[in-house]
């Protein structure tokens, strides 16, 4: 239905796609996927507007034209879960994300596990059950 420029520009955003899935470590192949996907929202919204054809439009148009609306309405979706992506890879927040939607993209919580070459020293026990008038049973 649409060719030329919308071709391009959408199969270049999923060529960064690839990318960043094939770069787990990323930062810049996840803001450039997110940036190349916020693009191509605008572009597929001018260009779906201009070149829509108003009459005489065949089934697999209107095929190739549904297509390419319920792909404009779920790239804000996927920009969404791209942005929390890139929050998790260590990428600054410019916007506040987590303070609207808790739990997402909320890497700098404390867990309580630690990992193994932690710096902190593990919390003991048994400390203090002396004081508390338990006694340990050798063995």
């Known amino acids: 239905m649409f060719g030329g420029p919308y071709a391009w520009a959408n199969f270049t955003t999923l060529a960064l796609?690839?990318?960043?899935?094939a770069q787990k470590d990323s930062i810049d192949a996840i803001s450039m996927f997110l940036g190349g996907l916020v693009v191509?929202?605008?572009?597929d919204i001018i260009h779906i507007s201009i070149f829509y054809p108003r009459a005489g439009l065949l089934d697999v148009g209107r095929f190739g034209a549904g297509m390419a609306i319920?792909?404009?309405?779920?790239?804000?979706f996927s920009c969404f879960m791209l942005y929390n992506m890139y929050l998790q890879r260590g990428g600054e927040a410019p916007f506040r994300?987590?303070?609207y939607y808790p739990g997402f993209g909320s890497t700098?919580?404390?867990?309580?596990y630690q990992t193994i070459d932690s710096p902190e020293a593990p919390t003991d026990f048994y400390a203090g059950a002396?004081?508390?008038g338990h006694t340990s049973q050798g063995y």
């Open 40 to 43: 191509t929202i605008l572009l």
């Open 70 to 76: 319920l792909s404009l309405l779920l790239k804000p």
């Open 108 to 112: 700098s919580q404390r867990s309580a």
């Open 97 to 99: 994300s987590r303070e």
């Open 17 to 21: 796609g690839v990318w960043a899935v």
């Open 130 to 132: 002396e004081n508390k």
